[in-house]
């Protein structure tokens, strides 16, 4: 069984920054993850796709955080990070942070979610 912690949401004014960490615990290893990942959702909106980051390294971003949101990954600490730069009032939300891992067949995947943190950025 994967659990999987969210921490560091918060209010931030626009222009500001926060991180936030999603640490795995149980029997969950991000050094084992298929893919690691975080989604948002805003009020009245549907959930999106922020980030994604592959165990080969690849990284890709929304358009919408381009340039302005970094996704990483620290093995030892078993914990993806989601650096936040320039928020703008349009990235509050709920965020959630999405582990899958291979399962059999190979071909597919197994999801799971942390808890969510709560982003509000002022204007």
């Known amino acids: 069984q994967v659990q999987l912690v969210e921490s560091g949401g918060g209010l931030v004014q626009a222009g500001g920054s926060l991180r936030l960490s999603c640490a795995a615990s149980?029997?969950?290893?991000?050094?084992?993850?298929?893919?690691m990942g975080w989604y948002r959702q805003g009020p009245g909106k549907q959930r999106e796709l922020v980030t994604q980051?592959?165990?080969?390294?690849?990284?890709n971003y929304s358009d919408s955080v381009k340039g302005r949101f970094t996704i990483s990954r620290d093995n030892a600490k078993n914990t993806v990070y989601l650096q936040m730069n320039s928020l703008k009032p349009e990235d509050t939300g709920v965020y959630y942070c999405k582990v899958t891992f291979k399962v059999l067949p190979w071909s597919s995947e197994y999801a799971y979610w942390g808890q969510g943190t709560q982003v509000t950025v002022s204007s």
């Open positions: 980051i592959t165990n080969g390294g690849g990284t």
């Open positions: 149980g029997s969950g290893r991000i050094a084992s993850a298929n893919t």
